[in-house]
């Protein structure tokens, strides 16, 4: 991702000082987060929680959790401030590897996507609430495929009276300013927005160029989700990465995938009581799988014992001895609410190691 920013301070407030920010961070499993947001008023008290409100926000980001979550959580924090003012924020999460983005909004103007083959759109993407208006709040996300020069254009309403109507002419009118620099482009589309005599509000841009995958594998990712308690569709896991393989001409690491897989989603299913997330990468030496869940806890590998009533209670984790015995590497991590359990095969065959 290439990355550019730029702050303009509205010359209508005599305070210098503003709610508006913006953020692009790293995020675990080698994504990133694009945050931009608002707190309302012009005045120190927007520009101290401004600042708080900040640092929470790229701390939740930080720790991998969704976008839609990351919001709520940032709701709460708001909440608890010692304030009576509301903001609004857009958080987009990109994955290079799959060219997947997930967008989250709090009530803000919806980021502008340029697409090389479409031209620009806006994502339908559900408006939600402000963040600290309505405690407890269901934040809801939108999940779009996007291609190499995908461009996102995230801002805040100080463009005008209808920010997203202002931001696609805006971007249109840039044209083909910056095709070479997005730092040129940052700056062509802060020139016109001040021809248009904008100076009410602060205005913050975000622009990020997603350049694609370095190693070409944007089209090697898949993904499963399997309801909560549905312990039946272990069955089409197993499928999944059964075809998966096959149409990789992997049909050599099947039997092995097929065993891992089951131990982790079941044990996933059973002991977090939560839906369950699967997702296969190819890499050019290896094929990478992660399960992930709700429980943080992480899975504990269980002996099998003699006492039938001691064996009733200690049934997680005897299928993780199955998974270091047959992978090439496993661990697991923290995620977000949660936690992720991967695991590495090689597709030639290797020594076996256990993280």
Avoid at 173 to 200: F, I, M, P, Y
Avoid at 319 to 346: F, M, N, Q, Y
Wanted: charge should be negative; aromatic fraction near 6%.
């Amino acid at each position: 991702m290439a990355v550019a920013a730029r702050y303009v301070l509205a010359e209508s407030v005599a305070s210098g000082m503003g709610g508006d920010w913006y953020d692009a961070i790293p995020l675990p499993g080698g994504q990133i987060g694009l945050i931009v947001g608002d707190v309302e008023g012009h005045n120190a008290d927007s520009a101290v929680i401004m600042g708080q409100l900040r640092s929470g926000c790229r701390a939740y980001a930080a720790e991998g959790h969704k976008p839609a979550d990351e919001l709520a959580r940032s709701s709460d924090l708001l909440t608890e401030l010692d304030t009576d003012l509301y903001a609004t924020c857009c958080f987009v999460r990109i994955d290079p590897e799959s060219g997947i983005a997930e967008i989250a909004l709090a009530r803000h103007p919806a980021p502008l996507v340029r697409c090389p083959l479409s031209g620009i759109l806006v994502p339908d993407v559900p408006a939600n609430v402000p963040l600290a208006v309505a405690p407890g709040h269901v934040y809801v996300s939108k999940e779009i495929d996007i291609r190499p020069g995908t461009l996102f254009f995230l801002y805040t309403d100080g463009l005008g009276g209808d920010p997203v109507s202002d931001a696609h002419a805006l971007l249109a009118s840039a044209g083909n300013a910056g095709c070479h620099s997005l730092h040129e482009l940052a700056d062509a589309l802060v020139a016109n927005a001040s021809k248009g005599g904008r100076s009410s509000d602060d205005l913050a841009l975000l622009l990020a160029l997603y350049e694609g995958n370095l190693i070409g594998s944007v089209d090697r990712v898949a993904r499963m989700t399997i309801k909560k308690r549905d312990i039946r569709s272990v069955r089409s896991a197993r499928k999944f990465v059964r075809n998966y393989l096959l149409s990789r001409e992997l049909e050599a690491l099947i039997d092995d995938a097929e065993i891992m897989i089951s131990e982790i989603v079941t044990n996933a299913l059973i002991h977090a009581d939560s839906d369950v997330e699967l997702m296969l990468r190819e890499y050019p030496d290896r094929i990478y799988f992660e399960v992930r869940d709700t429980d943080a806890r992480p899975p504990v590998s269980t002996s099998v014992i003699h006492s039938d009533e001691e064996n009733a209670v200690a049934e997680h984790g005897r299928g993780l001895d199955i998974v270091e015995d047959l992978s090439t590497a496993w661990g697991t991590s923290p995620h977000g609410r949660g936690k992720s359990v991967w695991l590495d095969l090689r597709k030639t065959g290797a020594l076996r190691t256990s993280s």
